[in-house]
């Protein structure tokens, strides 16, 4: 190990592929979820209006576990497991059992579930699943992101991202194709009614095994740095705590209020107006952090030590300008993103298989092409990732590409509007995929030298409230929007996403980055 202050040593290409490989695995589980759940919800019972309420489990699970789990691990050491990956293996346990389990929520559920439920017992058990599948996904997400900082030198931070985004994608378009490969193999793509079908069942088997095996790779295969050698090359520990009761002091008591009083304004509305009942989730959220801002408040002012709930607090109070500007970017970008992924196997199966009935074999096609467009956008993000994005940073900016390719994103899904033919449709995903590549990686390259080394795990997860925010919101708007305007036409859900996707892009402009070198 080299003894040079301020200065992690440099990693081979074997280093960082080791260093993110675990990536590959957790974005399979991933991306079994975005591409299947709506169907497997659908073939249990579920209405396509009713279909952004099962999904609110998913962007809650992680508003809430990321920030938690990136404060802590800027703060674990674990002897020979390290900082960050006890989080990534224990995740990975969980995710397996998730990904294991899920497809038999036909047989579990009425086993386990009280048949009172209007919900539907296996319905209900495939929802708390796929809460207890992305809250372990999180739990081992979050610190790779950080890993990368605490891994890394900063003139590597660039190229980490991009191997990350890499793995992110091939790991996508193995979970995306996993089931129309299994289907071209002669598996059954066709089941009786509420049972999900065997290429759903076994690729969900084969993910959890995969992400299991990913993740164990890069836990047996890293050595983190110890915290004697963090505070070597200039990283703390992330115990710092003067400058968060400073930060806490400081801020108005008004502004929790305001946040206090915002989501209170959200809950009379849900109320007077019979909105959907999901919304009631966005409007307590609201009134519990403008309660927690003004409990560590109260605290910093009193003199004491700040707690999690202090940090977390202080930690969002301190956020860099810049990261505050990538915030809008990140709200509008995976707004647009978390519609894709609920809305993508209706508007196919209505638009080009002709099929509204989830348990007729032509919507189950439609699944299937789903997965396949599913795999073609990540697809076209491990490439471009690795050549297109640098090549356009070094010239015109991280910032300029990052517009660049958030324009190609609007486009994709504006074009569901002009084709109908399913091979056109990966057309689309060229665009989407230019985009899905550039959102996982210009940001988090931005960012790498503007965040406290000591802080890189909980800045990470707060940086990634705005990518679950965002999604909370869909969940819980969209399906009232869509049954007010335009029931049974979830193909008007692309046009909202090319619009927040361009408004991405504008947001963008604001943002300043340095040239790539």
């Known amino acids: 190990m080299r003894d040079i202050a301020n200065s992690r040593p440099r990693q081979s290409a074997w280093g960082l592929w080791n260093i993110s490989f675990g990536f590959f695995g957790i974005q399979i ?26 999904w609110v489990a998913a962007p809650l699970t992680g508003l809430l576990i990321q920030p938690i789990i990136g404060h802590y691990s800027d703060r674990t050491w674990l002897g020979r497991l390290g900082r960050r990956r006890p989080y990534f293996l224990s995740g990975a346990v969980l995710a397996t059992l998730a990904l294991l389990v899920m497809p038999l929520a036909p047989l579990v559920g009425p086993a386990l579930v009280p048949a009172s439920l209007a919900l539907g017992q296996a319905l209900f058990f495939s929802a708390l699943m796929l809460w207890l599948l992305d809250g372990a996904l999180n739990v081992s997400m979050e610190p790779f992101r950080a890993f990368i900082g605490d891994m890394l030198p900063k003139e590597q931070h660039a190229a980490g991202y991009a191997v990350q985004t890499a793995f992110i994608g091939a790991g996508a378009v193995v979970g995306s194709i996993f089931p129309k490969l299994l289907e071209s193999w002669g598996v059954a793509n066709h089941a009786a009614p509420g049972v999900v079908p065997d290429t759903v069942r076994y690729a969900f088997w084969f993910g959890g095994a995969a992400l299991f095996v990913a993740v164990l790779w890069t836990v047996l295969t890293t050595r983190e740095y110890s915290p004697e050698e963090l505070r070597r090359y200039g990283t703390g520990s992330g115990e710092e705590s003067g400058e968060t009761v400073r930060l806490l002091a400081e801020r108005s008591p008004s502004r929790s209020l305001a946040w206090v009083a915002l989501g209170s304004g959200v809950v009379a509305l849900v109320k007077g107006y019979a909105l959907q009942r999901e919304m009631y989730l966005l409007g307590a959220l609201l009134i519990a952090y403008g309660i927690a801002s003004i409990i560590a408040i109260s605290g910093a002012r009193a003199g004491r030590p700040p707690r999690l709930l202090g940090h977390i607090v202080g930690d969002f109070s301190g956020m860099p300008p810049v990261m505050k500007r990538l915030a809008l970017v990140q709200f509008f970008s995976w707004s647009a993103l978390f519609i894709m992924w609920i809305y993508t196997t209706p508007v196919v199966a209505a638009r080009v298989f002709g099929a509204a009935d989830p348990a007729s074999p032509a919507f189950q096609a439609a699944g299937n092409w789903v997965d396949v467009l599913f795999a073609t956008y990540n697809g076209v993000a491990a490439l471009v990732a690795l050549t297109l994005l640098p090549w356009l940073a070094r010239r015109i900016g991280a910032a300029r590409t990052h517009v660049l390719a958030l324009l190609c994103g609007a486009a994709g899904y504006a074009s569901f509007f002009l084709l109908t033919d399913q091979y056109q449709l990966i057309g689309a995903e060229i665009g989407i995929g230019i985009a899905w590549a550039s959102i996982l990686a210009m940001p988090y390259a931005i960012l790498a030298s503007s965040l406290p080394q000591a802080k890189l795990g909980v800045y990470m997860g707060l940086f990634n409230v705005f990518i679950v925010v965002p999604q909370l919101i869909v ?28 408004l991405a892009a504008l947001a963008m402009l604001r943002v300043e980055a340095p040239r790539a070198g």
């Open 29 to 54: 589980g991933f991306a079994l979820q975005n591409a299947n759940m709506s169907r497997i919800f659908q073939t249990l019972g579920s209405s396509a209006e009713s279909l952004p309420g099962l």
């Open 475 to 502: 969940s819980t708007v969209m399906g009232s929007v869509m049954a007010a305007f335009f029931p049974g036409e979830p193909l008007y859900t692309m046009a909202f996403a090319a619009v927040v996707m361009a």
